[in-house]
């Protein structure tokens, strides 16, 4: 086990210093695959939001959930809901600002 898991983190740095070896290249030229950064920019924005739906629709079940089994602890619950959503969506907004920075 331990041999196949030195071998696997050698072949793992083997392979990241032969991609980090590149030259450095000018973001928008064709020859340098520039013009994938917009199509990659949709796909992580379709990603992070898709999954940042799946987060809060999992985070609201569960405080409906709780809430329902104790009605006694809905304002902190409904706090610390709130306040999950609010980490949650800021995931995607952070992922927007990227893309706006990367592909302008």
Sequence with gaps: MTK???????????GCSLAMAAG?????????????????AGFSMAIASGLCGL????AIA?????MARNPGAATAIRGALIL????????S????????????
């Design 4 to 14: 196949k898991l030195f071998l696997l983190l050698a072949l793992m740095f083997l």
């Design 24 to 40: 450095p290249g000018t973001p928008n030229n064709p020859t340098d695959g520039g013009q994938w950064v917009a199509i990659t």
């Design 55 to 58: 987060a809060q629709s999992k």
């Design 62 to 66: 569960s405080a409906a959930e709780g």
């Design 84 to 91: 999950g959503l609010i980490f949650i969506e800021s995931l």
């Design 93 to 104: 907004l952070y992922v927007l600002v990227i893309i706006f920075a990367k592909v302008s």
